[in-house]
Every structure is written in C-alpha cells, then in structure tokens.
C-alpha cells in the first residue's frame, strides 16, 4: 500500500480530478524572486505552494492555500489527499459544528499519516546507507572505497526525495456556514461589506508561529524552552510551529537543539479550527493567503495594515475586473510590483525587500458583485495608479493613498464634449482631462473605505513641505513611477518615435 501511494504521488494523477471546481473564487501565484544589485530578479527554486478550490456535494464548498518549502511534494500531496478525505462523502448537511470540527481535524490527521507512509521505504533506505557511513562501523574500508561516493550521492537524492512540508490554510462552507482550519502561518481574512460601503476585515485566527504566546505555551509545557524558541525565531528554518510533513521536525527532533528536551512530537500537524461563521447575509470575500504573500507586503509596507491594504486592493480589482481569477492575479502582481519597487529605492524598508517567497492568493466572494464588463470608473479609460503618502494630522499613523488617473481614449466624452483626436487611440490631448478616483485605507479601525474624498487629504503639508534644492527644484510630492511604468508598457510604441511620457 505504501508502494502504491508512493507511486501514485510522484504520477501527475489526482484523486479528485472528477470535482467539479468552485466558479465562485480565483487564484492569483507569483513564484519566489530574488533581486540583484541591479534591481532585476531572479527565481531561486520552482513554485512550492499550492491551491484548492472545489464544490461538493449538498451546499458543500472547500477551499485551501498550501505554503510548501524544500520542495513542491507536500503541498500537493496534502491538497489531494485533504480533498479525498473531505469531499467524498464524508460531510453533509446534517452534520453538526462539532461533527465538522471533528471530520476536519482527522482529514489533517489522515493527511499527514498517509504522507509519511509514501516516504516509508526512502526513509528506511536512507537509515540503512547511513549506517556504512558512520565512523564507528566495523566496515572501515567501505570509506575509501569507490562505492562510498555512490552511497552519498544516493543519500543526497533521499534526502531530497523524504524532506520538506507545508502550512496550510483551508476554509469549509457547509450549510452556509464557514469554517476556517490552519496549520502554519498562512492567513485567511473575512470581509464584510457595509451599505455604506465600509470595509470590515476580520482576520481568523493566528499565524503558528514562533512568536504566538499560546503556541510558545504549548511547547513550555513539553519541555521546550520557549524563551529560546521565541528568540531564535526558527525552528529547522521555518518559523511555525505546526506543519504537515517535514520528518525532520517530526521523527528526528532530539537531534534538533531547540527541541531535543521535548518529551512528546513537539511539531505537530493538528489544525486550529474556528468556525462556524453563519454567511446568510453576509456580503463581502473571503481571503486565503500564503505566508510568501504576506510577507512580501509586510516586508514593503509594515504590518501594521496590511489586512486592511491588502482588502482594499482586492475590492478595488474586484470594482474593474470582469473575472475572480484576473482580480486574484491583478492583487499578487500588485504586490510583487510593490516589494520590487521598495528594494529598488534603497529607502528605510529596502533591507527587508532583497527577495519574496512564492505568493498565493485565493478570493471567493459572497454575493459580492463582479464588474459587469462597463468601463469604469469612465468610459474606454484605462486605469493607472498614482502613490501619494498621507499622514493624518492628528494621528501619527500614516498611510498611502492610491489616486488612480484614468486617462481617457480615442473618442471619449469629457466634460460633454467629444474629444476625438488625430493623435494614436489613448494619447492624452490638452483637451482631455484624467479622471481621479481616490481610494484610502482607514489607519484608526479594522476596515477600508474608498471615497471621493474632498480635498482634505491634499492640504498644505505646513512646516513640512519641501524646500527646493540648489537648482531651485522641489522634490516631487507625487510618485508617478508606477504611472509611466504602465503608460510606457501600453503605449511602446508610441515612446519610440515620440520619445515617450515622463520626466525627461
């Protein structure tokens, strides 16, 4: 059976290839980069995260975001299997919250049994070759032989085979009701909508992370020294507290020096479940994010809000997408465009930026409304961001606030008048003035908001403001970078006999 499963996983047959896929949520990936001297990037290993999205039986919706690390194996396995152990049959809407809580947790349980069983025969392989290589084996002259690099070199390729693991992240709809079930770092954030069009982010639960208190708790009272763990930060190069896989962690941890005083498995793949979340009148997403993604933005932009950035990025692509999928990847190469473009500007937070992880981000909405293919926010524009820092005058807290410019096409109404211009489709013309749209983060409570705003934001920066240098010229308030980035991107062309848009 070991052999068969080994088999199975290292084929490119699902077990679930007969589910149907959820059409109500889209996936966004970006895989790992890291940045040179000269701000290029480089992709330093495959993809490793994986994804789920499926509809099952009887109202029955499964989601999850996988964070694999030392390769790709457990991430897939784990969202096949999971998968298998949840949609089969085993729920159905009779089941209670209990029941639920109860069936997820054995799915994880089953999961990461059923893993190590497909590694069973290279683990047993690998202890046997590395019993020639210890030193006190009576077969001395096995050491020098020809064969002892062959022995290493098949170690190397076990080694590779049996190692890494994965956080997971997977939410359950069932009865219209959610589930949330988290193993490792990566995050889900619920969002509701408001009528007035508030934002209300609600993240479920905490990362498993080395700096959790009650997972340091959990690990004290196996006889880990927590002070050491919290402060290392890491444990075996990772820092959650639970995974899936990783037989390092699970088989061999009293050879590990934070953990060998453990009198149990201190590494576990038990899920914390939380849920369930009635969605009967719920309008909003639902977010799935792996540990790369969230990173990568609070490596640019800080922490603090990141929930809230991130939400009101993903309302803002939900307003001008016509697809979940387009909106999902537009919010992860968003991202990626922001932690490149901080590394590139050596400012204060550049040290953080020098790469990113792979990046995942699943979005299924709840009668939450898709663009319905209408230009927005004017007819035959196209959209480019324009970054301008805010800082509340009576908070110390600051935010970026995203004034998008719409610059109006070939043929387009402005101000009731027809601009048709002889200049090539989407050159601004004197006559043809941007349309602006502002959309804000709110730094005081959990939630985002988008508005027109009325001017406010924009007043005199008072004993702040900028001076001018010695060639009389004050620094630009405004960042356009992103702006002729993209101008420069659509209009190529155009840039080659005009000489292009920006500062010259």
């Known amino acids: 059976m070991a052999a068969q499963r080994r088999n199975l996983m290292q084929s490119h047959q699902s077990w679930t290839d007969d589910l149907p896929l959820c059409q109500m949520c889209g996936v966004g990936t970006a895989p790992n980069c890291v940045y040179g001297p000269d701000g290029k990037g480089t992709q330093s290993h495959t993809n490793e995260d994986g994804h789920l999205g499926f509809r099952g039986e009887d109202g029955c919706f499964l989601y999850g975001v996988f964070n694999g690390y030392d390769g790709s194996r457990v991430a897939s396995f784990a969202s096949q299997c999971l998968t298998a152990e949840l949609l089969l049959g085993q729920l159905n809407s009779s089941h209670t919250d209990n029941d639920v809580r109860r069936i997820l947790t054995q799915a994880f349980d089953v999961v990461e049994k059923s893993y190590f069983k497909t590694i069973d025969d290279a683990l047993a392989e690998k202890a046997h070759l590395s019993n020639y290589l210890l030193p006190h084996n009576e077969n001395v002259s096995f050491h020098h032989s020809s064969q002892s690099q062959k022995v290493q070199e098949r170690l190397k390729e076990l080694e590779q085979e049996v190692s890494g693991g994965a956080m997971a992240v997977v939410a359950l709809i069932l ?3 959610l589930y949330i079930a988290n193993v490792g770092t990566n995050r889900a954030l619920l969002c509701k909508s ?5 934002n209300q982010v609600l993240q479920i639960g905490r990362p498993h992370s080395t700096d959790n208190e009650d997972e340091l708790q959990r690990l ?3 006889g880990v020294d927590s002070a050491r763990v919290k402060q290392a930060g890491q444990i075996a190069g990772q820092s959650s507290t639970r995974r899936l896989g990783d037989y390092r962690v699970k088989f061999n941890y009293n050879d590990i020096d934070l953990l060998s005083a453990a009198k149990t498995r201190p590494i576990i793949a038990e899920p914390e479940i939380h849920g ?7 309008t909003g997403f639902l977010l799935l994010m792996s540990e790369g993604l969230i990173n990568a933005l609070e490596s640019a932009h800080g922490a603090e ?10 309302a803002a692509e939900l307003a001008q997408q016509t697809s979940l999928e387009a909106a999902a990847q537009s919010v992860v190469e968003r991202i990626k465009r922001l932690h490149h473009d901080v590394y590139v500007s050596g400012r204060q937070r550049a040290t953080y930026c020098s790469r990113h992880e792979d990046m995942t981000l699943l979005i299924r909405t709840l009668n939450y409304p898709l663009a319905d293919g209408a230009l927005t926010p004017t007819q035959g524009g196209r959209i480019y961001p324009v970054s301008i820092p805010y800082s509340n005058s009576q908070s110390t807290s600051k935010t970026s606030v995203t004034l998008s410019l719409v610059m109006p096409s070939q043929g387009t109404l402005t101000n009731g008048t027809n601009t048709a211009s002889t200049l090539e489709e989407g050159t601004p013309t004197p006559g043809q003035s941007p349309t ?8 005081q409570t959990q939630s985002s908001s988008s508005s027109s705003g009325d001017g406010s934001l ?3 920066r008072g004993s702040q403001a900028a001076q001018p240098d010695e060639t009389g010229r004050v620094p630009p308030y405004v960042d356009f970078s992103q702006f002729y980035h993209l101008w420069g991107s659509d209009h190529s062309d155009n840039q080659s006999t005009q000489g292009g848009l920006g500062p010259q």
């Open 305 to 314: 809000q990141a929930n809230q950035e991130i939400v009101a990025m993903v």
């Open 458 to 460: 924009f007043r005199q």
């Open 436 to 443: 602006a749209t502002l959309q804000s983060t709110n730094t």
């Open 220 to 222: 004290a009272a196996l």
């Open 276 to 282: 369930s979340q009635p969605l009967d009148s719920v």
């Open 194 to 198: 408001s009528s007035d069009g508030q």
């Open 175 to 177: 009865n219209n009701k």
